[in-house]
Each structure stands twice: as structure tokens, then as C-alpha cells.
Nanobody, 115 residues
């Protein structure tokens, strides 16, 4: 069973930065895509960013220019650098890994942007 372990969430003021990490229990080249989704209270889960095994990157419209996804293949880890954070970025952030016929999810990490 694949495990995805997230870290790096927390409370930050508007305009601040956080970096999330997601460590996979097996080689990330097992997956077509790895990335991050988020879900705010009362809203649907939405794509934040993902990176494919071929290094194709996709961002959600609301985070373009502020967030950056990257990966370290040697550590089987995907990162999400979040800059210029806004209160609207407050949500639970979930790591996702997509393999053939199946998706894996982390347990989620809370990001709160507030004064």
C-alpha cells in the first residue's frame, strides 16, 4: 500500500510563505502524476498543482504565479512552495499520487492564512 506523508502546514499571515512536503513510500516514477489538491470548508476539492513523470506541470488558476511545485526524485518527495499567501488559500491541502487505475491520497495538512 502506497503511503503519502505530508508536512509543512500551519498558520501564516497574509503575504507570508509556507512550503509543503509530501514523501511517497515508493519511487515517484511509479505514478503518472503527483501533486497537491486543497479543500476549504463547504467547497469542493480543487487542484492546486501537479507534476507528471515527464515534468509537465499544471497549476490551478488561483495559484498561478504564487505557488511552485517541484520534486526530488532521490527522496521520492514533492514540494509545494507557497508565496504571497492570501486568506482565500486557507484549506486542508492533500498530497495526491495518480497511478494506473488508482489514486492515492495523503492524510491532509491544514494551511491557515490569517492575521
Amino acid at each position: 500500500q502506497v503511503q503519502l506523508v505530508e508536512s509543512g502546514g500551519g498558520l501564516v499571515q497574509p503575504g507570508g510563505s509556507l512550503r509543503l512536503s509530501c514523501a511517497a513510500s515508493e519511487s515517484m516514477f511509479t505514478f503518472y502524476n503527483m501533486g497537491w489538491y486543497r479543500q476549504a470548508p463547504g467547497k469542493q476539492r480543487e487542484l492546486v498543482a501537479r507534476i507528471s513523470s515527464g515534468d509537465i506541470i499544471k497549476y490551478g488558476d488561483s495559484v498561478k504565479g504564487r505557488f511552485t511545485i517541484s520534486r526530488d526524485s532521490a527522496k521520492n518527495t514533492v514540494y509545494l512552495q507557497m508565496n504571497s499567501l492570501k486568506p482565500g488559500d486557507t484549506a486542508v491541502y492533500y498530497c495526491n499520487a495518480e497511478a494506473r487505475f488508482i489514486q492515492y491520497w495523503g492524510q491532509g495538512t491544514q494551511v491557515t492564512v490569517s492575521l
